[in-house]
DNA sequence: TAGAACTTTAAAATTAGCTTAAAGAACTGG
DNA sequence: CCAGTTCTTTAAGCTAATTTTAAAGTTCTA
């Protein structure tokens, strides 16, 4: 898990970095607004401790840029004592959870924890095409409940196929999104790679062929012709 | 949107349940323990607001028994000023978070409103997967009562794949999660300390390997393949 | 039915991941 | 503060799987 803490006192930003590090956390600092907002839009963190008070761009202005452009990195944020206002507006403003400053470091502990714990919730992406679903987060690829095992390359060329399902696609397209760049490759290699594929998805399976073939434009994903 | 308060003082209740009706929210309330934990576990509600501090049966053990019988109501507690080892025990036990008294009902309704927000049903701190529990509070690690001991990075690295476990997780994903910033790793590195893990948790066991090689993508972490 | 378009096969080339060993860092206990 | 220990990281060799090529076999269509 990889933290991130904006704090402008060396001293107390030292101390979190290293209690955190002794709990296994990987801990990066910052010590103003504006590196701290880069950094974090520029990385991907699990959490940010973020201190409302920092020279230049403030806490809260932190924390509103980087919830504007759609990081939803947890944020707790460190406030200044009594101030009831930074506490409404950092919440306001998107941060999940506030600290007033003096805290122990025990209670920090807490927060963080409290705040890693929060759902897997990544959606898992699944595509379908009749009987074939392939998920994008467990790379998980089934036909009609049975599981099915790819190869790397197989599995980008029917995630590609899927994503556009019905459309007719041209070895060179194929080529060209499911190689890199600097591939040269030959159309017969994807020929080929369809040919495993279809080895794979199609063939163990009496029911309808799902990638067919249209001769002299390329190849096809869908459940009828 | 339907609040559970908790809370033995008939002054603080009251006052909370006019001042969140006022805000269209729809207030139970409870007097102590016994009948906040009854009340709770036999209605749905969108969030419990909790006192620690309650004859009988004290807040603690009230979210502790909501917790264990897989109740996921966020619960916002309330604690006595500067009772530090109750935030803890609280959020240790499952609270979704605190708010030490006095507190004004600004801050409240600023917490209540953050709470709401939240995605339901969060995670508890002991991840799971199959056999295999880590509690991240004492960084116990166990394989089927059994403890195993891990180092730091085999530490940071299991509590990473069990976060996001199910999910394919590529070397550069887990580089960048598992160690910080300026670490200069090799993708060779996290191979090695998957060896590691596998060495101590999957390898001494006979069932499942429950870490995963997806070849061309990363590692996965999950019971069945 | 000839030729283009596709399919299949098998072998060669490449690469990803595992293992091992050893060097360098960071801790620990005296 | 030092010696021994454990932890982290790098490097290199190995294996097995994947990717690519090439060539021979099929099918389709004009």
New interface residues.
């Given amino acids: ?2 933290l991130l803490v904006i704090e402008d006192e060396h001293r107390i930003a030292q101390a979190l970095k290293e209690g955190l590090e002794q ?6 600092v910052c010590h103003d607004g504006e590196d701290g907002y880069n950094t974090a839009s520029a ?2 963190y ?1 959490l940010i401790i973020l201190d409302v008070m920092l020279p230049g761009m403030d806490g809260i202005e932190v924390c509103r840029k980087l919830r504007a452009e759609g990081n939803h990195t947890p944020i707790l944020m460190l406030t200044a004592k009594d101030q ?1 206002h930074d ?2 507006h950092g ?2 403003a998107g ?3 506030y600290l007033p400053k003096p805290f ?1 470091f ?2 920090l502990l ?2 963080v ?2 705040l ?7 959606i ?1 992406e699944i595509l379908k095409v009749g009987e074939l679903t392939l998920n994008t ?3 998980e690829v089934k036909r009609s409940g049975q ?1 099915i095992k790819l ?3 197989e ?1 980008s060329l029917l995630e590609y196929m899927l994503r556009n399902k019905g459309q007719v696609l041209s070895k060179n397209n194929i080529m060209s999104h499911v190689w890199d760049f600097d591939a040269n490759i030959l159309p017969n290699t994807v020929e080929v790679f369809v040919a495993y594929v279809r080895a794979k998805v199609d063939k163990p399976f009496k029911d309808a062929e799902l990638i067919q073939t249209v001769r002299g434009f390329g190849y096809k994903i869908g459940e009828n012709s």
Same sequence: chains 1, 2.
């Fill in positions: 898990m990889r709990e296994s956390y990987a801990v990066d990385d991907e699990d009831n506490i409404v919440l306001d941060a999940d959870d122990s025990e209670v807490a927060r924890r409290a890693m714990r929060r759902p897997n919730e990544s898992g987060n467990t790379h599981s190869s790397s390359k599995y």
